[in-house]
């Protein structure tokens, strides 16, 4: 189908971006790849009045690590990140990005825009979850900063105010003598995930991210068991994330993902660490 | 600042093929209708509209992108690539003969698509394997041909480019 009509807005600095998204309020949406929003609209899904084109602000562009964060601004695509030369700071991010989406798409889709969009079943919402990042949030009234947990509220729903748009989401660097992994289920490679699970882990034990089953994605802190002992945990786990029955996946089939997907990250974890 | 009003038509120019082009279309215009309908290049197909068969895919800078999945207006001042550039001078270039020869389309509704995919990964990244070759054909779908003669030809076509085979 072909999207209703609107206005495109094209800001040259982030401020008229913010003039915009406050004279118009919900009516207006951030476009910034479009790889999610325009989909919407050719579906009808989404009818915004006016789109706010911030694909090509220069303040928004950058790529870089400051106090142990990755900071990636609200126009840096996918692929960008991918190829950046310091992602091996945050090697979950190099094991996912891969994933996000397809090599077309990564070209255009934005880190900050699939944040934005709040999939439960995306990669990007569920690294930030796990790693402990947040976004930076602004409007007219100011700038905030917002954790992961308490930036996506639910499916496809966050905290940002109708005023606000993201200019940055901020991933932690990992942490010394820390390793990770990550697998996801789906129906084709780039498709949306049935299961998506990511895992980091350290002396201390292992903190699971998981996707794809509840409304926002789900962090478990487990500490360091024996295999039967993990295979309980991750059990527990997948029962405790009520899983839902739809058109892609049953309930059952989730919960079985969660079981041995969750087995696979924490062996390659594990296996990651003692390599150290 | 820019602002395009709906429902009317804003001029928009940009270079297809390495040739100027320019025409009308509001904001909400498709860039791969823009292509079919205001330019008349119809070498570009229009599938799912929303992002996932990949046949509308071109090349916007060089990146493979989804024509379905930008506005026409977006392209303004922008070098596009379709299709129509590959058989330059009316001979097929090397992917599109490796493509006959591997028997690599059927009913060519896909292939537009998927040659402007992989004339990126063949360009800029010439020691791609078959695994990193089925990772960029997973963005588009084919339903004749079971990929494998796709698969082939680019493998094929690497391995030329690279002056290790005749083609």
């Known amino acids: 189908m072909k999207p209703a009509g609107f206005d495109l807005a094209c800001p040259d600095t982030v401020a008229e971006a913010l003039e915009v998204l406050t004279e118009h309020g919900g009516d207006a949406r951030i476009l910034a790849g479009g790889q999610s929003l325009a989909a919407m609209l050719n579906m009808r899904l989404a009818t915004p009045k006016v789109l706010v084109d911030i694909s090509g602000l220069g303040e928004l562009s950058s790529i870089a690590e400051a106090r142990g964060m990755i900071e990636v601004g609200a126009a840096v695509t996918q692929d960008q990140l991918l190829r950046w030369p310091g992602l091996p700071a945050q ?12 090599y077309q798409t990564r070209q255009r889709g934005t880190v900050c825009g699939s944040l934005a969009h709040g999939d439960p079943s995306s990669e990007l919402p569920l690294a930030l979850a796990l790693l402990g990042g947040e976004v930076v949030l602004a409007s007219r009234r100011g700038r905030r900063t917002v954790t992961a947990a308490a930036f996506q509220t639910g499916m496809m729903q966050t905290a940002m105010a109708e005023d606000e748009m993201i200019v940055a989401a901020r991933f932690p660097v990992a942490g010394k003598g820390a390793a990770s992994a990550f697998a996801e289920v789906g129906p084709r490679r780039g498709d949306f995930a049935i299961v998506a699970i990511a895992a980091v882990a350290d002396d201390s034990g292992v903190t699971l991210g998981i996707g794809g089953v509840a409304d926002t994605p789900a962090v478990r802190h487990l500490q360091w068991l024996n295999d039967e002992g993990l295979a309980d945990a ?15 996946a049953s309930a059952q089939y989730r919960r079985t993902l969660v079981r041995n997907l969750g087995a696979k990250v924490i062996r390659e974890a594990r296996d990651a660490l003692s390599q150290g | 600042m820019r602002y395009l009003k709906a429902d009317a038509g804003h001029p928009v120019s940009f270079t297809l093929n390495g040739r100027p082009v320019s025409g009308m279309a509001e904001p909400r215009t498709l860039l791969a209708d823009f292509l079919r309908r205001e330019i008349g290049q119809t070498g570009t197909h229009v599938g799912c509209e929303h992002g996932v068969c990949g046949a509308c895919t071109v090349r916007i800078d060089g ?8 506005y ?58 078959e695994a990193r070759v089925r990772e960029v054909l997973t963005g588009h779908l084919c ?6 003669g796709i698969v082939a030809a680019a493998l094929d076509v690497l391995a030329a480019r690279k002056g290790n085979k005749d083609v």
């Open chain 1, 91 to 102: 090697p979950l991010l190099a094991q996912v990005l891969p994933w996000v989406g397809h």
């Open chain 1, 234 to 248: 991750l059990n527990a786990i997948a029962w405790d994330l009520r899983a839902g029955s739809d058109v892609h």
């Open chain 2, 63 to 70: 990146r493979a992108t989804r024509s379905c999945l930008i």
């Open chain 2, 72 to 129: 026409a207006v977006q392209a303004e001042g922008r070098s596009v690539e379709t299709v129509e550039a590959l058989a330059a001078g009316g001979e097929l270039n090397d992917l599109q003969a490796a493509f006959r020869r591997h028997h690599a389309l059927q009913c060519g509704f896909c292939t537009p698509g998927i040659l402007m995919s992989l004339s990126q990964l063949i360009e800029e990244e010439p020691d791609a394997g």
């Open chain 2, 143 to 148: 339903r004749c041909t079971g990929y494998h």
